[in-house]
């Protein structure tokens, strides 16, 4: 709590006035009920927030141990707010459940995310609200499976429908694709870097041939940075980010932007979203924001996440520019890279943590909002390195 000198605030005849009663000593001034009212709402939105990535992290492995250094919390903290998500999930258990019923399906349920169970070990079923969501996902699954790309296999309904919708929620139901996600990567060497550039090149290959049976999401990070994320960030009620360093990035932006390749894109390149098998590539999963874009986006939203891992999964920042170079070779073998494009690169990576940034702003999730604005500060500072790491 700050002190204020009340010669500052009030006019002479009001301080007058309280000097009757209080003379040279502090006061409190309680605020306004309504504004008490405000900040313990804003405050219980942030701890379900929290409460819930807790949760998401707890059901991907994640130790309690590790969990608890991340929040700042004790380890008993976090087995409490585990068991108190779990109880909130069980009772959802029992939708999942009648769900399967009407697939006419019986077998082991398990949570896997917040939105996503494994039915036995053949099948996946997703929940979705975003019907838009749905349906992107639905349409590229069902092209790229026919072209023989590996993605899972949508389960039609009894009815022959290709999803099942109750009074809240949308549901997808997949065939389960061999092997997981990448546990640990910093158990990958630079190889596998480079490999997972040909596997990133290689979807955007397939989604080039599918392209015209695939109806384009067309977006445009230089449309989304002159719009709702200059609203977002401007109407903060902190500053940020100073006004003309925002609007020269987008300067920047717009003198490039009709020379950076633009197609169909995953748009949500993270290591939960492409599976290994013994160490050998299995499949992509979940389409739900996939869209016409900068392609190079998607190399820059996955070196990003890498950044944003927990303490054992996260990459060293020195090893991370190898691993970047490593991956933008890797996408240059079957892709080739213009000059600008990489040269671009830092640049993007900016406006994708502003993009974040702009968008828990809109969740009014303050600790995520802060993490982005640490990466964008790490681009801005490290542009010069990342255009030397991605050089031919």
Known sequence: MKYKNAKD??????????????DGQYIYIPKKKENNDKVITEYRQEIDIRNSKIYEHYLIGMKY???AKMYCLSEKSVRRIVLNEKKKMEQKQVNVQQ??????IECDIKQIYSTA????????LKKYVNFEELKRNVEVLSILYSEQIPVPKIIATPNNEKYLKDKENYWLLTTKLKGCNIVNVNKCNEQWFFKMGEIIARLHLAFDECEGKIKCWNNSLLGEMESWIRKNIYEYDKKIIDKNEFEDIIKELRLVDKDLSYGLIHRDVHLGNFLFYN???SGYVDFDLSQKNIRIFDLCYFMLGLLLEDEENKVD????FQYLKN??????SVIPISTIERESIPLVMEC????????????????AMRDSLKLYEFCKDNCNKIKRSVQL
Do not use: C, H
């Not at 991956?327 to 240059?332: D, F």
């Open 9 to 22: 605030i009030f006019p002479d005849e009001i301080l007058r006035e309280i000097m009757k009663y209080v």
């Open 65 to 67: 141990s590790e969990i």
């Open 99 to 104: 769900v399967m019923t009407k697939y006419g």
């Open 117 to 124: 169970w494994n039915i036995g070990d053949e099948f996946v």
């Open 279 to 281: 160490n050998e590539f």
């Open 317 to 320: 920042e020195k090893q991370w």
């Open 327 to 332: 991956l933008v070779k890797g996408y240059a």
């Open 352 to 367: 994708i943590e502003l993009l974040f940034v702009a968008y828990f702003i809109g969740e009014k999730d303050e600790r």
